[in-house]
């Protein structure tokens, strides 16, 4: 079955403790991205990765970084969690075309205390 | 720079009626392109419909529709015949194409549907 897999689904943390959320898709998609999703702020893009080793800032990368070592995974590290970081993150995955739709992961909830 | 707007915060459809969710957008890029989400309260991001700027023809995919307006730059989704489990949350989103990178995307923020029996 296709699709995108994130872990975990619920996170709950503390401040400055190190974490990673991963993401893996077994479409061989070349296109993954990262977005938090937070009220009345819709989806915010934070890092996408057009290939193996190609990554790049979305809209809100600040406290955030990704590494895309392999085509099917595209883990999102929090070195420094902080409280603003508390949201509910997708993983999504695609063919680089642009009239290609995402396939997302389930939403990880993230709560940093 | 890049921007979507939904201007309804929330709405509210008799079932079996019509109803029409705004979204505008904001580019320079001749190329790009525009998707309807659906997320419902479980969670997930279902994807609608898709329109090209440079598709011909409005899209329609099953009861929904995109009523695109390249000129005002407007490509607001059609739902027709409203059931109970339209009632979600409904993003629009652009994706810049063409000879620019496609990588970023941005969504709205997205409107409220709660569909009345």
């Known amino acids: 079955e296709a699709q995108v897999t994130q872990n975990p689904r619920y996170l709950i943390t503390v401040t400055g403790k190190k974490l990673t959320v991963t993401c893996s898709q077994n479409?061989?998609?070349?296109?993954m991205s990262w977005y938090r999703q937070d009220p009345g702020l819709g989806l915010r893009q934070i890092y996408y990765?057009?290939?193996?080793?190609?990554?790049d800032k979305g809209d809100v990368p600040e406290g955030y970084k990704v590494s895309r070592k392999e085509k099917r995974n595209f883990p999102l590290i929090l070195e420094s969690p902080s409280p603003n970081q508390t949201s509910l993150y997708f993983c999504?995955?695609?063919?680089?075309?642009?009239?290609?739709?995402?396939?997302f992961g389930s939403g990880t909830q993230l709560s940093v205390l | 720079a890049q921007k979507i707007t939904q201007t309804q915060p929330g709405m509210f459809v008799q079932e079996k009626e019509a109803v029409t969710l705004d979204c505008t957008y904001d580019?320079?890029?001749?190329?790009?392109?525009l998707f309807w989400y659906k997320q419902p309260s479980s969670g997930e991001m279902i994807f609608l419909i898709y329109?090209?700027?440079?598709?011909?023809q409005n899209a329609t995919e099953g009861r929904y529709s995109l009523n695109f307006q390249k000129a005002r730059k407007s490509a607001n989704l059609v739902i027709s015949a409203s059931q109970l489990g339209d009632s979600a949350m409904y993003f629009c989103?652009?994706?810049?194409?063409?000879?620019?990178?496609?990588?970023?995307?941005?969504f709205g923020q997205g409107t409220t549907l709660q569909v009345k029996p």
């Open positions: 999504a995955s695609s063919n680089r075309a642009k009239r290609e739709k995402l396939f």
């Open positions: 479409m061989n998609h070349e296109y």
């Open positions: 990765s057009m290939n193996v080793e190609v990554t």
């Open positions: 580019t320079s890029d001749p190329s790009y392109g």
């Open positions: 329109q090209g700027s440079y598709d011909q």
């Open positions: 989103a652009m994706r810049e194409g063409g000879q620019g990178n496609t990588g970023k995307l941005i």
